[in-house]
């Protein structure tokens, strides 16, 4: 115990210390060195270094000796809080003669069963930096030599902490530059999403230290966010979220960074929790201001992600965003190019045909005519008709793709009744067969365009006609604020490999005749009404249904 101030031989000692500490550029390999030989110097039987978290203004146990599970358990003090609270708000020296009769915020040291505490502030250029704690497990009233030699050992330790946390900060600011270079090099050599995440999610598991890493895109059909790819929770591909629900939900549509605690924060999906994250920190990925997704990582353990964790996720973000709508583009780029090449192909040879066969029957009118039967000339003249008319449905389809596409269809809805509008339709439909059912309510009413209705109800009867069989139903239905109507076959139904593309241009199966367009038509003019034109896998046929929202009250029936 030392009655008086520092002498010679301890300034000598003191120098020992802050000299071996400064030697070392690593903060935990500083903090270890400094604090055993402040324990032998001051001959106590704890020492602890707190560092204040300047994002939470808390004090965060770094380095212990005696009293481990202080860092072990990650206590913090607020600021002004408890005994280390108070040093570090007043940046004075404290003495607790008495822990069992003192206000202190940290269960341990009774637990420990110290008796009386001295602690100092770690400052630095006025600016506080921690607190420096010694304890004595048996009663002991620190001197004021002994205030004033742990003073000086902050002061000196302070220093050396400060240059370490600057190098540190140097070394980390290095690394994040790394890290992000990485991410950069990987994202050019990669021109497929899927491929490209695949490559991308281990590099950032490893750069931010987590468990999970997941990347989910904005579908911008339905306004839901699709779990694209995902490492350590693999099987969260393919969950849907929609916009603001959850977490991923909030960060998309609030387009910034955010930190949770999964057990307290009200997550929409509930594999999160059934894979026991604890921590998750996600940021938008944004291209010029348009979000394209959310990309997140998650701990299995409590953890507090930092500002600086969360600012190189941002970083790692930006540049992750940027190669997914690169590679996006490259997609679409490829799929153009075999859209104009299905086009030209299946184009000319449907334009081709008809128009070859029209050519053909008139040729031989012109220049044999007179020299053809009655019958056989009525027989040139039906396939001419019929040659002609196929070509008109083609342009005509091809008409329609092109007013799609510059969005130049005109939908006007008014109220219908729904029998009398598809009358058309089904007459239509009757001169090609005589099975086709109706069932539709004689007073059922909808607000609808009535040219939309009858383009896309008709490219469905056709459709049925031509790869179903019959009975064709046709039913109408008002259900869930939406306008229901469906056609149904007792066909083969779709097949199988051809489900998923079912609406796209050109889609057709292997063998089958026709264009591929009717479909892929059809769903774009439903959507244009603000609706949508779904496919029902059902046993013994097939059954598509139009959906046409319906916001106003009072309709479903006529007059």
């Given at each position: 115990m030392?009655?008086?101030?520092?002498?010679?031989e301890?300034?000598?000692?003191?120098q020992?210390?802050?000299?071996?500490?400064l030697?070392?550029?690593?903060?935990d390999?500083?903090?270890g060195?400094?604090?055993?030989r402040t324990?032998?110097?001051l001959?106590v039987?704890t020492?602890?270094?707190l560092?204040?978290d300047?994002e939470t203004?808390?004090?965060?146990p770094?380095?212990a000796l005696?009293?481990?599970?202080?860092?072990e358990?990650?206590?913090r003090?607020p600021?002004?809080?408890?005994?280390a609270?108070?040093?570090?708000?007043?940046k004075?020296?404290?003495?607790?003669?008495?822990?069992?009769?003192?206000?202190?915020?940290n269960?341990?040291?009774?637990?420990k069963g110290?008796?009386?505490m001295?602690?100092?502030?770690l400052?630095v250029?006025?600016?506080m930096?921690?607190?420096?704690?010694v304890g004595s497990?048996?009663?002991?009233a620190?001197n004021?030599?002994?205030?004033?030699?742990?003073q000086?050992?902050a002061d000196r330790?302070a220093?050396?902490?400060e240059?370490?946390r600057?190098?540190e900060?140097?070394r980390?600011?290095r690394?994040?530059i790394?890290h992000v270079?990485?991410?950069?090099?990987?994202?050019?050599?990669?021109?497929e999403?899927?491929?490209l995440?695949?490559?991308?999610l281990?590099?950032?598991?490893e750069?931010?230290r987590s468990d999970?890493?997941?990347?989910?895109l904005?579908?911008?059909?339905?306004?839901?966010l699709?779990?694209r790819?995902a490492?350590?929770?693999?099987?969260?591909v393919?969950v849907?979220i929609p916009?603001g629900a959850?977490f991923?939900g909030?960060?998309?549509?609030?387009?910034?960074?955010?930190?949770?605690?999964?057990d307290?924060?009200?997550?929409y999906?509930?594999?999160?929790?059934?894979?026991?994250?604890k921590?998750?920190?996600?940021?938008p990925?944004?291209?010029r201001?348009?979000?394209?997704?959310v990309?997140h990582v998650?701990?299995?353990?409590p953890r507090r992600?930092?500002?600086?964790?969360v600012?190189?996720?941002?970083?790692?973000?930006e540049?992750?965003?940027?190669?997914?709508?690169?590679?996006?583009?490259?997609e679409?780029?490829?799929q153009?190019?075999?859209?104009?090449?299905?086009?030209?192909a299946?184009?000319?040879?449907e334009?081709?045909?008809?128009?070859?066969?029209?050519?053909?029957?008139l040729?031989?009118?012109s220049e044999?005519?007179?020299?053809?039967?009655?019958?056989?000339r009525?027989?040139?003249?039906?396939?001419?008709?019929?040659q002609?008319?196929?070509l008109?449905?083609?342009?005509?389809?091809?008409?329609?793709?092109?007013?799609?596409?510059?969005?130049?269809?005109?939908?006007?809805?008014?109220?219908?009744?729904?029998?009398?509008?598809?009358?058309?339709v089904?007459h239509g439909?009757?001169a090609?067969?005589d099975?086709v059912?109706?069932d539709?309510?004689d007073?059922?009413?909808?607000?609808?365009?009535p040219?939309v209705?009858?383009r896309?109800?008709?490219?469905?009867?056709?459709?049925?006609?031509?790869y179903g069989a019959?009975p064709?139903?046709?039913v109408?239905?008002q259900?869930?604020?939406?306008?229901r109507?469906?056609v149904e076959d007792?066909?083969p139904?779709?097949?199988?490999?051809?489900?998923?593309r079912?609406?796209?241009r050109?889609a057709?199966?292997?063998?089958e005749?026709?264009h591929g367009?009717g479909?892929a038509?059809?769903r774009a003019?439903?959507?244009a009404?603000?609706?949508?034109?779904?496919?029902?896998p059902r046993?013994g046929?097939?059954?598509f249904e139009?959906?046409i929202?319906?916001?106003r009250?009072g309709?479903?029936k006529?007059g």
């Open positions: 030392w009655s008086e101030g520092p002498t010679a301890h300034v000598r000692r003191l020992s210390v802050t000299d071996a500490a030697a070392h550029l690593r903060l390999e500083l903090l060195a400094l604090l055993e324990r032998q110097i001959e039987d020492c602890a270094i560092l204040l300047e203004n808390e004090l965060v770094r380095a005696g009293i481990e599970e202080e860092v358990q990650g206590v003090i600021l002004g809080g408890g005994f609270g108070r040093i570090a708000a007043e004075q020296p404290v003495i607790l003669d008495d822990v069992d009769h003192a206000h202190v915020l269960p341990i040291l009774r637990e110290i008796k009386s001295l602690g100092v502030p400052v250029e006025a600016e930096r921690g607190v420096l704690h497990l048996a009663p002991r620190f004021e030599g002994e205030v004033e030699l742990l000086l050992v330790a220093l050396a902490i240059h370490a600057l190098f900060a140097e980390a600011a690394e994040r790394e270079q990485a991410v950069t090099d990987a994202a050019l050599a990669h021109l999403v899927n491929e995440l695949h490559v991308l281990p590099r950032i598991r750069i931010l999970t890493c997941a990347v989910l904005l579908d911008v059909e339905t306004n839901e699709v779990a790819a490492l350590g929770i693999e099987e969260e393919g849907r916009l959850g991923a909030r960060v998309a549509v609030e387009a910034r960074p955010m930190v949770i605690d999964v307290e924060y009200p997550v999906n509930p594999i999160l929790r059934q894979k026991g994250l921590s998750m920190a996600g940021v990925l944004l291209v201001g348009v979000s394209l997704g990309l998650g701990t299995l353990t992600f930092t500002r600086d964790e600012d190189l996720l941002q970083l790692v973000a540049r992750v965003a940027i190669a997914i709508e690169r590679a996006q583009l490259h679409e780029l490829i153009l190019d075999q859209l104009k090449l299905n086009f030209v299946i184009a000319s040879h334009l081709r045909t008809p128009a070859t066969a029209v050519y053909g029957v040729k031989t009118l044999r005519g007179h020299e053809l039967t009655g019958e056989l009525e027989e040139l003249l039906r396939v001419g008709v019929e002609g008319e196929r008109r449905r083609l342009l005509e389809e091809l008409l329609d793709l092109s007013r799609l596409d510059a969005r130049a269809i005109n939908v006007e809805p008014r109220p219908v009744v729904l029998k009398a509008a598809l009358a058309d089904v439909a009757l090609v067969t099975a059912e109706l539709i309510p007073d059922l009413a909808a607000v609808v365009d040219l209705l009858e896309v109800v008709s490219n469905l009867v056709a459709n049925a006609v031509r019959p064709i139903r046709i109408a239905r259900r869930d604020r939406h306008l109507v469906a007792a066909g139904g779709v097949p199988k490999e051809l489900e998923g079912i609406f796209d050109f057709r199966g292997g063998g005749t026709g367009l479909l038509i059809a003019y439903a959507q009404h603000g609706g949508d034109l779904v496919y029902d046993p046929g097939a059954r139009l959906l929202p319906q916001e009250k309709l479903g006529a």
